[in-house]
């Protein structure tokens, strides 16, 4: 009997998803003569039948340098998915499916625990720009989205140093500020904010004071979105919870920012670069571990080794348990941030 897998992307885009699709496919076909079955957007898919049949052709190969996802993608609270059991079963069931390989983050990799633990043989595919998923060295998309905020302070350089100005940075990171350190860092900030390490607005001011006072005609500051501030140092506004448990942002920077305005009476502007991240062709890193992370994927289900996700631990890809990927966020440690507050001012 011929294998039959499912693929589902769900969360957030990403890039590098569809060079996974890829792997999964080209290596189902040419090692298991397996047949891929894609379930469009995210866990809807799944509960409602939506498929595409994926085979090893020239669309297939074409999307390797593609952003976002061919599947699309989707969200799904996990209280939604489990009322919808029987209709899961029911998908499976109907396309004959032996296995699913759901690629996505924290609350994607929760949801494949729960099939697992009701009898649906599951490998996990870890995915997110933020790289906070425990227990892999990194996750695609990272590198993409560390290069286009690279690129974009690179170009604020000029601009903040034309115009003697304060420039502040917002980028993406919810609860790890993985992506405004190593953008920060290559980027040449004068300073980074990371939800890691509440902020002291009193510390900011000095530090860009101090760049004048040296000198210099502008200052960088890189701010996570989900940085916050030293209780007791500066209000920020609220917005409450969204409907998936997610904080909902009010823009720390711009707030952070007029902050600054007031205290030093610079001209201080903020540039958030939001979904940008997430858009547009992988780098060649994301493109090759997202291949890996595919590749491996299926041979892991080829080999009957459910209740796994794949991770990449050096240069190797191995397999973790679900248990050891889901809840445990991965956060920039102290020391790390450590080496970046040397080159703060």
């Not at 029911?90 to 004959?96: G, I, K, R, V, Y």
Request: glycine share 14%; charged share 20%.
């Amino acid at each position: 009997m011929t294998l039959r897998i499912g693929v589902v992307t769900a969360g957030g885009d990403c890039p590098g998803l569809n060079a996974v699709i890829r792997g999964i496919v080209r290596t189902a076909n040419s090692c298991y003569d397996a047949t891929v079955v894609g379930f469009h957007d995210g866990w809807n898919g799944l509960v409602n039948n939506l498929r595409l049949q994926l085979y090893d052709n020239e669309r297939i190969d074409k999307i390797l340098n593609q952003g976002g996802t061919i599947l699309g993608t989707g969200r799904m609270n996990t209280g939604d998915l489990e009322a919808q059991l029987d209709s899961v079963k029911e998908t499976l069931a109907d396309n004959e499916i032996d296995a699913v390989i759901p690629i996505g983050g924290d609350g994607t990799l929760r949801g494949a625990r729960w099939l697992m633990e009701n009898g649906i043989n599951v490998v996990g595919v870890p995915k997110t720009i933020d790289n906070d998923v425990a227990n892999t060295d990194y996750t695609f998309g990272f590198d993409t989205a560390v290069s286009i905020a690279t690129d974009a302070i690179d170009r604020l350089h000029t601009t903040a140093e034309s115009h003697q100005r304060i420039m502040l940075v917002e980028v993406m990171g919810r609860n790890a500020g993985w992506i405004a350190l190593h953008a920060g860092m290559a980027g040449g900030a004068h300073m980074v904010v990371i939800p890691e390490v509440p902020f002291d607005v009193n510390y900011i001011e000095k530090v860009m004071e101090r760049r004048f006072q040296m000198g210099e005609s502008y200052g960088i500051c890189v701010v996570a979105e989900g940085a916050m501030p030293k209780e007791g140092t500066m209000d920020v506004r609220s917005g409450g919870i969204d409907e998936f448990g997610h904080k909902i942002y009010t823009g720390v920077a711009q707030q952070l920012g007029d902050e600054l305005k007031n205290r030093t009476g610079r001209d201080v502007r903020t540039t958030v670069l939001g979904h940008i991240q997430r858009g547009g062709t992988p780098t060649a890193f994301d493109r090759v571990l997202g291949t890996r992370f595919g590749v491996n994927a299926v041979h892991a289900v080829a080999n009957g080794d459910f209740g796994k996700v794949v991770a990449l631990h050096g240069d190797k890809i191995e397999l973790i348990t679900l248990d050891e990927a889901v809840g445990h966020t991965k956060l920039v440690p102290p020391e790390r941030y450590a080496e970046m507050e040397a080159l703060f001012g």
